[in-house]
């Protein structure tokens, strides 16, 4: 993912996180919202961010206020696993600062540690594929791209991302709407290896 330190402020407004069928152990949803959490550096015992000091709940909302390059917040309470079938995450986000230079953030799914297989690895040391929105103009899911209406505001919107299996193989979906709910724009990959792992935010 891009350097993202220049885009200095990335929230996740209200965050809502859902992870359907292969996200937790349970196959339940899991959803989440710090509209109601005071202030604090701890964002919960479910999440775990890196640098820990540059995230935060603040204002009803995650945000990450540092520099640097993938900067990311893993999800503890989850695993994907797109051997055991679909999964939905969901989350609404914006940007504090747009920074001088072009930057990018949102999520990585199926975040693993090839050399050791443990949560803590994925935390410190995990690859998976990236999703997200970029500042110069596109969404992207791994390697594709699809460019934003001209007039998009990153100060609030929506992202969902869907993965499910496909005749091509499994294939992941990143769903952009914009700050009125309305659809902004479409990206899609499938994927080359399974995507197992944890899921991280990235900033």
Not at 125 to 140: M, S
Request: proline content about 3%; overall charge negative; some cysteine.
């Amino acid at each position: 993912m891009q350097k993202a330190g220049i885009v200095k402020n990335v929230i996740l407004l209200t965050t809502v996180l859902l992870c359907l069928y292969s996200c937790r152990k349970d196959d339940s949803a899991m959803e989440y919202d710090f509209d109601h959490i005071s202030d604090r550096v701890w964002i919960g015992e479910d999440f775990w961010g890196v640098p820990l000091e540059d995230w935060s709940v603040k204002n009803g909302r995650i945000e990450f206020n540092g520099d640097g390059q993938q900067n990311t917040c893993s999800y503890l309470a989850g695993f994907l696993n797109s051997d055991k079938g679909e999964f939905r995450i969901s989350f609404d986000m914006g940007l504090l600062d747009m920074g001088i230079n072009p930057g990018s953030s949102g999520i990585i799914i199926g975040s693993s540690a090839p050399e050791e297989e443990s949560v803590k690895a994925a935390v410190f040391f995990g690859r998976g594929l990236n999703l997200g929105i970029a500042t110069d103009g596109y969404i992207f899911a791994g390697q594709a791209r699809k460019k934003l209406p001209d007039n998009f505001s990153y100060e609030s919107f929506g992202i969902l991302i869907e993965g499910s299996r496909s005749d091509e193989g499994f294939k992941v979906i990143l769903k952009l709407s914009d700050n009125e709910n309305n659809p902004a724009g479409e990206v899609s990959v499938i994927t080359e290896q399974p995507v197992k792992g944890i899921v991280q935010l990235v900033n």
